[in-house]
């Protein structure tokens, strides 16, 4: 865990673990951020390809909190940020394919989202360490 300080209102400082002395009445704890890689899942209702066959699947993105700062000030809700830039570069990827090369290439379709999810990682205060798109197929 990482703690945001705030003295009268305004962020200050970040807090590491272990010893650490604030003045009451001036200073508060923020935001407390829980720093551990956690899992993300992200659903892909209606996806179509390129020869108009309907695909629905979903995936799990694990990502790892880098800058407390940034995700408790800067972001409102980092989690659906990557959850919306996700599902927008599934639905650019798919368009371009057709369904049977969608069925046969599930580990170049993680690269791709991976890729386009770490441009905005730094952002983000978080580090996407990778994508697993687990269930394709045709409705």
């Known amino acids: 865990m990482e703690y945001t300080v705030e003295r009268l209102g305004r962020y200050t400082k970040t807090l590491k673990p272990g010893l650490a002395i604030l003045v009451p009445f001036m ?4 935001y407390k951020v829980n720093m551990r890689e956690r899992k993300i899942p992200v659903q892909f209702p209606d996806l179509k390809t390129k020869d108009n066959a309907e695909i629905t699947g979903s995936a799990d993105i694990y990502v ?15 989690d659906a940020s990557v959850r919306l830039k996700c599902e927008l570069e599934m639905l650019k990827l798919i368009k371009s394919m057709t369904l049977k090369t969608v069925l046969a290439s599930a580990d170049e379709i993680d690269q791709a989202l991976l890729e386009a999810v770490q441009e905005h990682q730094m ?5 996407v360490r990778f994508i697993d798109v687990h269930k394709i197929y045709p409705t």
């Open 123 to 127: 952002e983000w205060g978080l580090d």
């Open 27 to 30: 200073d508060r704890i923020g």
């Open 64 to 78: 790892r909190v880098v800058d407390a700062h940034k995700l408790a000030y800067e972001i409102g809700d980092s």
